[in-house]
T-cell receptor
Framework: NAGVTQTPKFQVLKTGQSMTLQCAQDMNHEYMSWYRQDPGMGLRLIHYSVGAGITDQGEVPNGYNVSRSTTEDFPLRLLSAAPSQTSVYFC????????????FGPGTRLLVL | AQTVTQSQPEMSVQEAETVTLSCTYDTSESDYYLFWYKQPPSRQMILVIRQEAYKQQNATENRFSVNFQKAAKSFSLKISDSQLGDAAMYFCAYSITGNQFYFGTGTSLTVIP
């Protein structure tokens, strides 16, 4: 099993550009989430999904879109990047229900100039 | 809103000694889960230990154990026989449903040889 994979590992964007951060898992997990990690802030939930076709907002959803067309993939879209979106982004997945342990991807470091 | 507080931004411990990291949380729920995650310089989030709130017995995983005080809403992590590889950022996290996690701001642990 590859677990949770994320691409790219590092990306530089200019303000106003759009991009998609990719996340995939091969563990047949129902739940998938996106977090951002900023210095001194811990991890904050952006969006999450409890299954294919179902998504919902977390603590800091503004400026981000998600979709979940398959169980395996959960891409995060930045429609118009802003310097405030400079951060490290983590994708995570879990089986859901009572088995709540999340497995994290290696992270994507994003720099918006 | 759910909040998780880690009041110790930095801690240090001598190799082979014991250290305790503090975490408090705020919730009105009676059934929930608590976690400690380790984040080494590689940025990978690694689950250290988890505790179900309905279990009175404190969780243990080898050199890692927790002191779970439900009434006080406290969840501290004890690391015994500290090793150089334990140096990392440690995050306390809380979840009710398994699809929304709330993280503390982290404690940076230094292990002194």
């Amino acid at each position: 099993n590859a677990g949770v994979t994320q691409t790219p590992k590092f990306q530089v964007l200019k303000t106003g550009q759009s991009m998609t951060l990719q996340c995939a898992q091969d563990m047949n997990h129902e739940y998938m989430s996106w977090y951002r990690q900023d210095p001194g802030m811990g991890l904050r939930l952006i969006h999450y999904s409890v299954g294919a076709g179902i998504t919902d907002q977390g603590e800091v959803p503004n400026g981000y879109n998600v979709s979940r067309s398959t169980t395996e993939d959960f891409p995060l879209r930045l429609l118009s990047a802003a310097p405030s979106q400079t951060s490290v982004y983590f994708c995570a997945s879990s089986y859901g229900g009572r088995a709540v342990t999340q497995y994290f991807g290696p992270g994507t470091r994003l720099l918006v100039l | 809103a759910q909040t998780v507080t880690q009041s110790q931004p930095e801690m240090s411990v001598q190799e082979a000694e014991t250290v305790t990291l503090s975490c408090t949380y705020d919730t009105s729920e009676s059934d929930y889960y608590l976690f400690w995650y380790k984040q080494p310089p590689s940025r990978q989030m690694i689950l250290v230990i988890r505790q179900e709130a309905y279990k009175q017995q404190n969780a243990t995983e080898n050199r890692f154990s927790v002191n779970f005080q439900k009434a006080a809403k406290s969840f501290s992590l004890k690391i015994s026989d500290s090793q150089l590889g334990d140096a990392a950022m440690y995050f306390c996290a809380y979840s009710i449903t398994g699809n929304q996690f709330y993280f503390g701001t982290g404690t940076s642990l230094t292990v002194i040889p």
